[in-house]
């Protein structure tokens, strides 16, 4: 497809107030100032946008889609095992159900790509994925499949295990067991390079949980920590840097009290959700500016949505919210597309408007964080979304 006459928003380093955009087999082949637009291939189909803005797919980095199943109960909960406070052998691609509605609602919303996985229940939960949201089979919607491991620290963990008399009571206890785990699979690792080394050596027996945790010592996948409170951030940056994990810090609901300090130990941050209530007491300090705080101190900061909570579809409305509460709009823009892409190691196919990037496009007539305008086409690879 060629599309003609486009306000191209790349975030990248240019953008195209009149150009062009080619695509062809769900990937980007050429964009451009309209005057260096080439001729239609015979056959190729031709859309003239007639100025309208054409942005990248969003990129949610941060939800539960398809975990806990719109308009269900325990039936489509499958978000959390509240059975054990370590469970880093479950997958995310075990149990998503591209069949939820919200999967088509996120899709014509302009969110393209998605990160879901399991909940905070537990401090260790299991690995989460990249997908798109158009599809009916996980196993082909993925970028990728296991693209980090959550853990979680603050009242979540301490609420569900504190009522059935079972560690972690307190936030000692969570990072304990995090710790512990860690350490089992370091000393699980060790074992089996010994065994390689001398194959003579008693290969260690197989271990689920800290064979699943071997990716994230090697920073072959990254640790996502979900914590809110200040001293929570800090005990996760704490654990990151015992164990040298590629570390991304989820929520950080009191970032911007103390923006600088993150600043200054390099993790990024995904914030959100902004459109909810402080309905815990670790939220007591939920600011629509935390974004913008973070990014004028310099820390590397997507916005989420942490669908359920908020419906992924809300996206845009949610960077919205943070321009009100002074973030620059095209930061906000980015923060739901390039830099979501970038903090989640999957900018090589997803987040801008790129020659050899898929083709996941938006198109608006308006403004996409303006609560009246929704996206007047999608595709996704390539393929324009059904509504």
Request: net charge negative.
């Amino acid at each position: 497809m060629l599309i003609l006459h486009a306000y191209l928003h790349t975030m990248e380093e240019q953008d195209f107030p009149d150009g062009y955009l080619r695509f062809l087999e769900g990937r980007i082949t050429a964009l451009g100032p309209m005057e260096e637009a080439p001729q239609p291939e015979p056959g190729e189909e031709v859309l003239d946008v007639a100025g309208a803005s054409v942005m990248p797919g969003m990129v949610d980095a941060h939800t539960h889609l398809g975990m806990w199943e719109d308009a269900l109960c325990f039936e489509g909960d499958d978000g959390n095992e509240e059975t054990d406070p370590v469970t880093p052998q479950l997958r995310a691609i075990d149990a998503v159900n591209p069949m939820d509605r919200c999967f088509a609602e996120a899709a014509a919303g302009g969110i393209t790509t998605v990160l879901t996985g399991p909940g905070s229940a537990n401090a260790i939960a299991g690995s989460w994925c990249a997908m798109k949201t158009v599809g009916h089979r996980v196993d082909d919607m993925v970028l990728c499949p296991q693209i980090g491991m959550k853990f979680a620290l603050g009242e979540n963990p301490k609420t569900v295990y504190h009522g059935r008399d079972e560690a972690p009571f307190t936030r000692m206890a969570t990072a304990a067991l995090i710790r512990e785990e860690l350490q089992k699979a370091k000393r699980y690792q060790k074992a089996l390079k010994r065994h390689k080394k001398n194959p003579e050596e008693d290969k260690p027996e197989f271990d689920a949980k800290s064979h699943a945790l071997l990716p994230v010592l090697k920073r072959k996948q990254k640790a996502f920590f979900h914590a809110h409170r200040a001293d929570d951030l800090f005990t996760a940056i704490r654990i990151a840097r015992e164990f040298q994990l590629d570390a991304v810090l989820v929520h950080a609901t009191e970032g911007h009290l103390i923006a600088d300090e993150l600043q200054a130990e390099g993790y990024p941050v995904i914030a959100g959700p902004l459109f909810c209530d402080r309905s815990k007491p670790e939220l007591r300090h939920l600011s629509i500016s935390n974004p913008a705080a973070l990014v004028k101190a310099g820390v590397s900061t997507a916005i989420c949505t942490d669908h359920p909570v908020l419906p992924t579809q809300y996206l845009p409305l949610s960077a919205g919210l943070a321009v009100r509460g002074g973030l620059k709009r095209e930061d906000a823009l980015r923060m739901i597309t390039k830099v979501p892409a970038e903090i989640c190691g999957i900018a090589d196919r997803v987040g801008s408007l790129k020659v050899g990037k898929d083709a996941d496009l938006v198109i608006y007539r308006g403004d996409p964080l303006d609560i009246y305008f929704q996206p007047e086409r999608v595709f996704i690879n390539g393929r324009p979304v059904q509504r």
